[in-house]
């Protein structure tokens, strides 16, 4: 085995060693499989008149539910209050139904209990009393009683920071206990807000995948069609934090001589954090290892085909030792409820063998819209390289079109595209089949 295969399965397994990122699990004594631990589904009876099943949206029972408590708190009688409690109570309680307005609730993303408070999920969307809790003292402290009560009813959690903060509320144990709403884990149309899958994008969106896709190089030469198959997977842990890794094989077929080749690796951490409603922001870094397929065939094979996704065209650069940085914005419903934009932009430095240390640019956009089952992306993608050793690093551009299946299931998404180097003036063009499987 080559020192650069080493150092890659070192990094595999160094990357092992970040994935234990889930919250603390919260105590085992208490359970409710109802909205809140004090009032049950009280809210729900009321307004309906019945109790919530399966079929109702977990949005509105929380939305009842926060709805219920405001006006219970509200019509409470506060004459044994002093005037500074009263001021206190009152502000908590606005900030309680802006928080309603905002209309934005987390999930219970790694607790096995079918309900459970979570005080601030993966995505960093914030429980009710997380949210009053933050007003007060900030996003930083939040953070901190998430660490170690993420899934914790008030009565379970045991901060002095917490109760200290809970006597200036002007709010009673029990009252922020009936604000607390359980929260279920995530729907299966979740997936919806990251939007799809892009294909010429960073295959790394801050969701947990695997992927298979081959692509086939047509330019007209006559001298067989190359083929690149590119395999990437990211596993995401609880706190947003997860490792990913990507790599791809190029094959030459239907020519005299045939000929194929490895590009270099590329290993690293994701992290993806919710910035406001359907909004989203992925950052990755990582490494980029030379496999040792360096030779004149195997150079040449895989710079024929370093076009086909520009945002990885580095991976295809012979022998590339060094680091990559990206970043994601994901704004979904940025212009109908059934779009979704995506921007990115990185930067990979790296000292190929035949070259002194470089830095290559990246960006790109995508613009993606949802009918029913199917969705369909118009994306553009840059990087700065070079093509082969003998040539000058310069700008290059692709565009491309792709459909894909996504029912907004976890599960089996595939999709094909086409992708045509703008620079060629359209002399060759990209056939892609994307199998990707969500989870």
């Not at 085995?1 to 092992?16: D, E, F, N």
């Not at 009876?45 to 709805?67: A, K, M, T």
Request: proline content about 6%; aromatic content about 10%; charged content about 20%.
């Amino acid at each position: 085995m080559t020192p650069s295969r080493h150092l890659a399965v070192s990094a595999i397994l160094l990357m092992a060693g970040f994935l234990a990122c889930g919250a603390p699990p919260a105590p085992a004594g208490l359970h409710t499989d109802t909205i809140n631990l004090i009032l049950g589904d009280e809210s729900f009876q009321q307004r309906f008149g019945r109790p919530p099943s399966v079929e109702d949206d977990e949005d509105l029972r929380i939305r009842v539910h926060l709805e219920y408590v405001l006006e219970r708190l509200r019509r409470r009688s506060t004459a044994e209050l002093s005037p500074a409690a009263r001021e206190a109570r009152a502000r908590s309680l606005e900030r309680l139904e802006a928080y309603l307005q905002r209309g934005e609730f987390p999930r219970n993303d790694g607790h096995p209990d079918a309900r459970r408070p979570t005080f601030i999920d993966s995505r960093g969307r914030i429980c009710a009393v997380g949210y009053l809790f933050e007003q007060e003292l900030g996003r930083e402290a939040a953070g901190a009683i998430a660490a170690g009560y993420k899934y914790a009813f008030i009565r379970e959690m045991e901060s002095p920071l917490l109760t200290q903060w809970a006597a200036t509320t002007g709010l009673e144990l029990e009252e922020l206990e009936m604000i607390q709403p359980t929260y279920p884990a995530p729907a299966a149309d979740d997936d919806e807000e990251y939007g799809p899958r892009f294909s010429l994008l960073d295959p790394f969106d801050g969701r947990s995948h695997i992927a298979l896709a081959p692509g086939f190089l047509f330019d007209g030469r006559g001298d067989g069609v190359p083929v690149r198959l590119d395999l990437s997977t990211s596993v995401m842990g609880g706190c947003g934090l997860g490792a990913y890794a990507a790599v791809s094989l190029t094959k030459l077929t239907g020519a005299e001589r045939s000929a194929s080749a490895l590009s270099n690796l590329d290993v690293g951490m994701a992290w993806g954090r919710s910035l406001f409603s359907d909004s989203w922001l992925v950052l990755r870094g990582g490494l980029l290892i030379p496999t040792g397929d360096e030779d004149e065939v195997g150079s040449s094979l895989n710079a024929s085909v370093a076009a086909k996704r520009p945002s990885q065209a580095v991976l295809f650069q012979p022998g590339a030792l060094g680091g990559r940085v990206g970043a994601s914005v994901i704004l979904g419903s940025a212009f109908c409820s059934s779009c979704t934009l995506r921007l990115e932009a990185g930067l990979d430095g790296y000292s190929a063998f035949y070259k002194a240390f470089q830095f290559s640019p990246r960006w790109g956009a995508g613009f993606a819209y949802r009918y029913q089952y199917l969705v369909t992306m118009l994306e553009i993608a840059g990087a700065r390289y070079a093509e082969s050793p003998s040539s000058r690093s310069k700008l290059h551009h692709s565009v491309g079109f792709a459909l894909r299946r996504a029912t907004g299931q976890p599960g089996f998404q595939p999709g094909i595209s086409l992708s045509v180097p703008l620079e060629d003036r359209l002399k060759r063009w990209f056939l892609g089949v994307d199998l990707t499987m969500r989870y």
